[in-house]
């Protein structure tokens, strides 16, 4: 295991890390949280963590401010209202850092003036970097107030020639204060606006806005684990709730007879549609709807599915989505979680209204933070039937 005794030099003043400690010793602490959680439904297996820890991130976003007469770039403080001026990051990928620094330099000579949160002026407010690791393909999304770009041609250019490896440059528009979130204000100012990546042999479609795990290795390994989990047959019919842009069902495709996609974020759904079309998957259709209401209507029609996948936020399931599933009764519930607290929650209502745990595999997907992904199966137990059932 590489890198195992790095601890970051910057980490109280970026805020970016929660642990400073060794990442033995986070992979322990991980581990640790999970069994205290999660130990009382079944066994946890081992985590899965990385070979080496550092620069895993495929999307970075710096803010932009000036300070002391220069530009200034780092993590922004929503708190405080500040910028942590940070010049580098052990957690992204350095392609980002050196995108970053580049467009740091453009700003001056092409006379650019960064935004000022507290009284509105200026014109760039931050940066996100989008990297395909398999594919090398990098997005540059320039996060800006609104007016006019001037010589926009010109700055664009010259970042791609001080940058080469960049593929594809947005500009996204937004005055909203003290949100550096990207809207939906964007134009394509070189490229095609999007980038693909690789994650189990499918090729994906990466916008700015669109989620897409930010640590391919762990990535492909945790949904690996998840279809794995399913022990799919090729009979199945599969729904992949949250589906986002289409992963888990995609990937999920070549083992199943078909493939439900359920997203309620119309610009998902489209994502997940087109990523089925750009990997020639037939047995897949999207459903752009609340995925337990779709399961509820499912149900009245006396339609069935053999396997949920689920990969909620970190709010985890909602209490109708849960009813739904209960509604539904599917043999296997494979959940993906983000949140062992909430994931604890969801299988407490689950496990008492006739599931039961089965695997517990948890996967480090963000070294040097507290957060840890799980998968889990759940099974029906034996003595519930399925309404919907033959």
């Known amino acids: 295991m590489t890198n195992e005794n790095f601890i970051c030099p910057i980490y109280k003043k970026c805020g970016g890390c929660q642990l400073d400690v060794t990442y033995r010793q986070q992979l322990s602490y991980k ?6 959680m999660l130990g009382r439904y079944c066994r946890v ?10 620069h895993y991130r495929t999307k970075a976003s710096a803010a932009f401010g000036f300070s002391r007469g220069q530009v200034i770039s780092g993590i922004w403080q ?6 942590a001026k940070t010049d580098a990051c052990a957690l992204e990928d350095e392609r980002a850092e050196r995108i970053i620094t580049a467009i740091k330099k453009l700003l001056p000579s092409f006379r650019l003036k960064t935004y000022d949160e507290r009284t509105g002026n200026g014109f760039l407010r931050f940066v996100t970097i989008r990297i395909g690791k398999a594919t090398g393909e990098i997005l540059v999304a320039l996060g800006t ?3 006019v770009f001037p010589a926009v041609k010109n700055f664009v250019q010259a970042l791609v020639k001080a940058c080469p490896e960049i593929t594809t440059i947005t500009q996204n528009t937004s005055c909203d204060r003290l949100n550096l ?16 990546d690789r994650l189990c042999g499918y090729t994906f479609k990466i916008s700015a806005r669109s989620f897409f795990q930010v640590n391919p290795k762990q990535t492909e390994k945790l949904y690996s684990i998840a279809v794995d989990f399913a022990d799919l047959s090729g009979e199945e019919t599969i729904i992949d709730a949250y589906c986002g842009v289409g992963t888990i069902g995609i990937i999920a495709s070549a083992k199943a007879k078909s493939v439900i996609a359920a997203e309620q974020n119309a610009d998902a759904a489209k994502n997940a549609a087109e990523n089925a079309a750009l990997n020639g998957v037939k047995n897949y259709r999207v459903v752009n709807a609340d995925a337990g209401e779709f399961m509820d209507e499912m149900a009245k029609l006396g339609e ?6 689920t990969d909620p936020p970190r709010a985890g399931c909602s209490k109708q989505f849960l009813n739904s599933l209960l509604t539904l009764s599917p043999k296997k519930i494979v959940y993906v979680s983000c949140n062992p607290e909430t994931l604890a929650r969801d299988l407490y209502f689950l496990t008492k209204n006739g599931y ?3 695997k517990i595999q948890p996967v480090d997907m963000f070294p040097y933070t507290k957060h840890v992904e799980c998968v889990v199966l759940l099974q029906r137990e034996a003595n519930q039937q399925n309404p919907n059932d033959g």
């Open 31 to 36: 581990q640790r949280t999970v069994i205290k």
């Open 45 to 54: 297996s081992p985590i899965i963590g990385m070979e080496d820890p550092l």
């Open 78 to 83: 929503s708190s405080g209202g500040k910028i």
């Open 145 to 147: 107030g609104k007016g």
């Open 181 to 196: 979130i990207l809207g939906k204000d964007e134009t394509v100012l070189y490229g095609d606006g999007f980038i693909t």
């Open 304 to 309: 069935s599915a053999d396997v949920v996948f």
């Open 356 to 358: 039961k745990a089965v």
